[in-house]
Structure formats: structure tokens, C-alpha cells
């Protein structure tokens, strides 16, 4: 009795845990490049968890992903924005203060 309590505590624990990645497929660009499969950041709109993010391991280049977060900040949250005005795809800042 004892095992299946443990069995179906395990499998509900598992169910539910957060996955941390997604795999992404490979493709070809409209430029006609091909992108090799590979893994990335499941989207959360947190610049802090993403493998690019200075500081942070990341498994595809089996590196710690080099640079300043300033700079990234910058480039992370003035993203998409058109010459015209506001429409960022995300308008807050993240940075550190």
C-alpha cells in the first residue's frame, strides 16, 4: 500500500512541475538559411531566466553567456519598437535600480 501512495505522490509531483525549456525545431529562414534544432527558455517575458542573458549558463553553447546586462536590458526592452512611438512588444523595464 505504501508503494502505491509513494507511486502516485511521485507521478503527481512530476506531472506538475514547471518545464524550464522547449524544444524548438529546425527550419529554414525565407532567406533560405537553415536552423539547426535547439533548445530555448520557455517565454515568461523575464529578460532574467533567458540563456542570452549575461551571467546565465547556456546548454546550447555549453557556455556562461558573456556581456553586460545594461546593455542587454536596453536591447531586450526597446525590442520591436517602431520609429513612431511607443508599441514595444514589452514596455517595462526590468533593470535593476
Known amino acids: 500500500m505504501k508503494k502505491i501512495i509513494l507511486l502516485t505522490v511521485l507521478a503527481l509531483l512530476l506531472g506538475h512541475s514547471p ?8 527550419y529554414y529562414r525565407k532567406d533560405g538559411t537553415y536552423v539547426a534544432p535547439y533548445q530555448r527558455t520557455n517565454p515568461d517575458h523575464n529578460p532574467y531566466n533567458n540563456y542570452n542573458f549575461p551571467g546565465n549558463y547556456n546548454p546550447n553553447s555549453g557556455r556562461t553567456t558573456p ?3 545594461d546593455t542587454y536590458l536596453d536591447r531586450y526592452n526597446n525590442r520591436g519598437r517602431s520609429s513612431g512611438g511607443l508599441g514595444g ?3 517595462f523595464d526590468y533593470r535593476r535600480r
Do not use: I
Not at 518545464?19 to 529546425?26: F, P
Open 19 to 26: 518545464a524550464q525549456s522547449a524544444s524548438v525545431d529546425g
Open 67 to 69: 556581456g553586460n546586462p
Open 89 to 91: 512588444y514589452n514596455s
